[in-house]
């Protein structure tokens, strides 16, 4: 399928402008790129989007940059993936590049610490944003299994101290074996006439 010059310029765009504006991790960037791609641009579905983050979350590496090549990769194929990588890691090496360079003089400076902390409260309500998107849309398959999932993982990594790869790889398994035990279950509806 071939893709417009406007295509790869809006995912390039896209991404280049919400890695140079985002502060606070790979969450935040995800929540704006779902604003973006879902919400306005309409290029991806909820569902599948949410499928990304699960993807991009699990994955090794920045969850920004995994999420970046999931989305660029499903709107316009490699190159799609390509621009979408280069947009989301420019900014960001450009930032550290000057930073480094600075470093000292940031370190010591109050104002700068002072805008860092007032940036902190905004990361913590987009990423609660982002939990309260998810959530809703575990929610709303009004199933129990994926729900306790959910509380099972949040209370192993918050009052148990598990190591988040191994809650991340248990949820995989326990997420796997619950969609192929639906699958098998929903197999003598389809067949029946």
Known sequence: MRHSGRTYRTLFLTTLQLSACTFGGGFVIISLMRKKFVEELHWIEEQEMLDFIAIAQSSPGAIAVNASILVGYHVAGITGALLTVLGTILPPFVIISVVSLFYEAFRDNNIVNMAMTGMLAG?????????????KEILKQKRLFPVLIMLASFAAVRFLNVNIVLVILACGLLGAADTLYCRKREEPKRDLP
């Open 123 to 135: 990361v913590a309500a987009v990423i609660c944003d982002v939990v309260i998107t998810m959530g």
